[in-house]
């Protein structure tokens, strides 16, 4: 079964980095576009990145680009979210989630790992 | 960026009462329009894709609808698992965009 597995979430001061990895397993990750997304405490869904299936292709929303970087490494099966720069708005869960589509990006999520929790305070 | 505006904010229904939740886009997002389900402490999980496919698993009790800018789920006979957050989301432009949610709470 597909299962994806956050880790690296923790407390870090304004100006921090962190870096965020997403095990995955059950699936051909290699084949898959991956995405990163975040939710604030009590708020609702923000989506933060995408990687294409193969590692070249990204895209950023407007509030991470310049400051976070996704990457993956096909032959670990793991997604990363490097965040350098982090504002206290970045506080945040952070979630890795599978594009539905095959090799390129769908933009529909169809799995989630269980997220991991970044606060950025100092 | 494609602005996704969920009404109602909150749903208060019985169990076995049906549920109509919409979602009103900011411009044209054709039929790319997804529907998930969060309970507390969980997350997000994909009900419904391109507007009325549902996705692996999903009961038939889930159904959603619309193309364009104007978009409903719609929850025939609620069961008790089903009270939740649940959330649309774009995929015609970048970035993706979601809505801010519709709560489902017991009546």
């Known amino acids: 079964q597909v299962q994806l597995v956050e880790s690296g979430g923790g407390v870090v001061q304004p100006g921090g980095s962190l870096r965020l990895s997403c095990a995955a397993s059950?699936?051909?990750?290699?084949?898959?576009?991956m995405h990163w997304v975040r939710q604030a405490p009590g708020k609702g869904l923000e989506w933060v990145a995408i990687?294409?299936?193969?590692?070249?292709?990204?895209y950023y929303a407007d509030s991470v680009q310049g400051r976070f970087t996704i990457s993956r490494d096909n032959s670990k099966n793991t997604l990363y979210l490097q965040m350098n720069s982090l504002r206290p708005e970045d506080t945040a869960i952070y979630y890795c989630?599978?594009?539905?589509?095959?090799?390129?990006?769908?933009?529909?999520?169809?799995?989630w790992g269980q997220g991991t929790l970044v606060t950025v305070s100092s | 960026e494609i602005v996704l505006t969920q009404s109602p904010a909150t749903l208060s229904l019985s169990p076995g009462e049906r549920a109509t939740l919409s979602c009103r886009a900011s411009q044209s997002v054709s039929r790319y329009l997804a529907w998930y389900q969060q309970k507390p402490g969980q997350a997000p999980r994909l009900l419904i894709y391109?507007?009325?496919n549902r996705a692996t698993g999903i009961p038939a009790r889930f159904s959603g609808s619309g193309s364009g800018r104007d978009f409903t789920l719609i929850i025939t006979n609620l069961e008790p698992e089903d009270f939740a957050v649940y959330y649309c989301?774009?995929?015609?432009?970048?970035?993706?965009?979601f809505g801010g949610g519709t709560k489902v709470e017991i009546k």
């Open positions: 059950g699936f051909s990750f290699s084949n898959s576009g």
């Open positions: 989301q774009q995929r015609s432009h970048w970035p993706l965009t």
């Open positions: 990687v294409w299936y193969h590692g070249t292709n990204k």
């Open positions: 391109d507007a009325s």
């Open positions: 989630a599978r594009d539905l589509g095959d090799s390129g990006s769908y933009g529909s999520l169809d799995y």
